[in-house]
């Protein structure tokens, strides 16, 4: 089990990313009244049949060619050992929207720890890809847009030290703002 909730996030967009999605959603709504925990990441890939979204859960299925597909799978059982669930909708030619819940003060709850890196690794990677990420917290929100930086252009990205400073104090500053960094 992936010992941070960022990280699996970060799994299952790649894996968005290598499909061939071209955005990507993801929020991220903590509600400590209902004791919730929502993650969501919706994307506009090529969708799965209704077979393979079923085989997404069996962690010996892959359509990469290896041995086995953890991602998903690991994300549902941690949800699930933390009194929450998951399910996956897709369809194909349509894009998937993969959602977890977990009860948010469960003992056993991985952390969310580090979206700022998570973020950053994902914009960074794939300039590309357009990035649309809103967390709530307690009914506080902050959103980003990667395409606020970088368009919809296709062109070779080349890191921009400054770029870099802007986007990671955004995105620092507004998880600090609703208490969620």
């Known amino acids: 089990?992936?010992?941070?909730?960022?990280?699996?996030?970060?799994?299952?967009?790649?894996?968005?990313?290598?499909?061939?999605?071209?955005?990507?959603?993801?929020?991220?709504?903590?509600?400590?009244k209902r004791d919730v925990l929502t993650i969501r990441l919706t994307d506009d890939g090529p969708g799965m049949s209704e077979e393979t979204t079923g085989l997404a859960f069996d962690p010996f299925f892959t359509t990469k060619g290896k041995r086995t597909g953890l991602g998903i799978p690991l994300l549902a059982q941690a949800a699930e050992h933390c009194g929450g669930k998951m399910s996956i909708t897709s369809a194909a030619g349509r894009g998937t929207k993969v959602t977890a819940t977990f009860r948010l003060r469960h003992i056993d709850r991985p952390p969310l720890t580090n979206m700022k890196g998570t973020l950053m690794t994902l914009v960074f990677g794939h300039p590309e890809i357009g990035f649309h990420y809103r967390h709530t917290q307690n009914g506080r929100a902050f959103r980003f847009a990667s395409r606020r930086y970088f368009g919809k252009s296709r062109a070779p990205f080349r890191a921009d030290p400054g770029l870099i400073g802007i986007i990671e104090k955004e995105l620092r500053s507004g998880l600090e703002k609703i208490g969620a960094s």
Do not use: F, K, P
Not at 8 to 17: S, T
């Open 1 to 32: 089990m992936m010992g941070d909730l960022s990280l699996h996030i970060l799994d299952i967009a790649e894996n968005a990313i290598s499909a061939g999605a071209t955005r990507i959603a993801i929020a991220v709504n903590a509600n400590e």
